[in-house]
């Protein structure tokens, strides 16, 4: 079956893109002798978490306990949970995986090291930390090297932990690679002076966790660091392409729409909306559509309904008609795919099949 | 077990102000003399589904051919597509579902009139059709008198259709109460001058479908309507509160969710983020945050990462803890349900059970 016969919405994923892209991360963490532990938040596929773990990964990311269940079961040894996790039942989660896996958690305060001590002694197993340091994004992490060691010194006086290291988050440097510079060399700084100060207070550090995809490919810029995150560049999107992170032939996944009216002059309504595409914003573009239409520059998506894309088609000269179909590129492609139970892989437009996307939407 | 012990985030769903929105609905349309045909994207609950049946909702409206098939499922013997659907698979579907219950369709041009009327006779069924009038929102519905009357002589022409109206989407009409005179005014006169073209042409109009939770309780000031379609005011949300289309006693559902980093000065980070809360702007208010924090009205929601809230709590006196709860009203409900597999009902914060999501993620 070509993609073309797919029901509309269908999100598709070009494997011969999905694969070029894994590998080329590989090749880049590889030149610099940086491991690369991919972000499933992205995909939280199992059959994408395995691709990248033969590729050569040295483990996945994840961000929720209730993830790490799903790619442990997927087969993942060597799991990061990048995330405060908080709740004695996330604990547990991971403390009763750490028995027979290596779970790792990112932490930038006492509770949950408290909470994962006491979980992992419970189940009497092993939980490592990162402690997150913030380099200027101002989400999570503690913000000096202090800080950083007085966490780290919380984790060493408890049974049930190991301390693993420090994990950065560059998520503002957000410019195009020209552009890039002052932002990493900013971060180099802060994670350089971060790693003498542990030294200096005499405090294991093996892994020093970061990147993300914007960011990604100057990872080997941030002196220290042993290996990074990314989670997009699977897939790439309208802002990784606006951050110039991928070119368009990167851009593995497309959300395929019907035209559904054109009833209103300079219009077309597409079977896209919120639902299909999330409301995510151009983070890296000027204008304030909601997606790109493959092909078609000239064409806007200038609002969503819940079940309606608006395309603008005043300034394009092609004439969209009712039953058309158009290729939609999404401006973040992560909630995208998590709004989907199901997305289809293909080659050159030939479906091969379709992926459960397993760890979306896993509340207890 | 209390909502406070759930596991966050947790959409949760006051099964009281639940109730109560329902019959309030209903109050208004039987004073009116209308029918309340609940659109259900809002919820895509069976059970909801069958509260607002048995609370005397004439059908339900639907969205998607495959919402169209849950709903059926759940016992509904009437269902009004207010889409214009394109698809053979989705016109077949519709059609089967047409052999032993109502089903009607909107359109605004031929193509899904041919489809449907091939599908109807292939499945020797009658599906119903509206005809969409745009009376000012411009997404979709053919935009004068003259259209809707070329449209309903195409469907007159067609076995296996039957003509059975016309709807009409004010979703543009989103002012507060008093500031709603004027655009529900000008509403009024393009459908009165519409009702008049299609009986001076002799087209039978059995059904004049309206309404949308904003305007909902001013319908009957568009003369000749017979039925609305309100959605989220079984829930209400920040945007229905905005515009003053309910209390904040009227908002159902909250979004429970836990700090889980207070690292940064002036922030606190909670485990509800975009793929939580979605990132669907506010509407019908003055900022731009992406939900509203219950009891700290100086607590803005200034950004959402996928698994991160950020909280600005400069302008607080409150001091939230690595740990502490907090409760979110989203901006837009109907996005958020969507989001979930999942979400639980209480009285008076005691858990009773869960319902699932059912309508959702639904795709062929």
């Not at 070509?2 to 070009?14: F, G, K, R, S, W």
Request: glycine share 10%; net charge negative.
């Amino acid at each position: 079956m070509h993609i073309h016969e797919l029901e509309t919405p269908a999100v598709v994923v070009d494997l011969d893109i999905l694969q070029r892209n894994i590998q080329s991360m590989m090749d880049y963490v590889r030149a610099h002798n940086l491991n690369l532990r991919p972000h499933t938040k992205t995909h939280k596929i199992a059959e994408i978490a395995n691709m990248q773990l033969q590729y050569g990964s040295v483990g996945l990311t994840v961000a929720k306990s209730e993830e790490a269940e799903v790619m442990a079961d997927a087969g993942c040894e060597d799991i990061l949970v990048a995330y405060p996790i908080y709740g004695v039942a996330k604990w547990e989660r991971l403390a009763r995986l750490a028995r027979d896996r290596r779970v790792t958690v990112s932490v930038d305060s006492l509770a949950p090291i408290e909470g994962l001590a006491a979980a992992a002694q419970k189940h009497a197993s092993v939980v490592g930390i990162l402690v997150e340091f913030d380099v200027g994004m101002h989400r999570c992490g503690v913000s000096g090297p202090d800080a950083v060691v007085a966490l780290a010194r919380e984790v060493l006086d408890r049974k049930g932990l190991e301390m693993r290291g420090v994990m950065y988050y560059p998520g503002h440097v957000w410019n195009k690679p020209a552009e890039q510079g002052p932002s990493l060399a900013e971060v180099a700084e802060k994670v350089g002076a971060l790693l003498e100060a542990l030294q200096g207070a005499n405090i294991p550090c093996p892994i020093v966790s970061g990147g993300s995809t914007p960011a990604a490919r100057n990872s080997h810029l941030v002196t220290g660091t042993t290996e990074i995150r990314p989670g997009t560049y699977v897939f790439n999107d309208r802002n990784t392409l606006g951050v110039g992170a991928c070119t368009e032939a990167d851009i593995a996944l497309q959300v395929l729409a019907t035209v559904v009216s054109t009833s209103v002059p300079g219009r077309a309504i597409v079977d896209s909306g919120s639902k299909t595409l999330t409301t995510d914003r151009w983070l890296s573009g000027s204008d304030n559509g909601f997606g790109a239409v493959v092909g078609h520059p000239d064409i806007k998506v200038v609002g969503l309904s819940e079940e309606h894309g608006h395309l603008d088609i005043s300034a394009s000269s092609a004439t969209l008609q009712v039953g058309q179909r158009v290729a939609l590129i999404p401006n973040h492609v992560c909630p995208c795919v998590n709004l989907h139970n199901r997305i289809y892989f293909h080659r050159n437009g030939e479906v091969l099949g379709a992926w459960d996307v397993g760890a979306r939407g896993k509340i207890r």
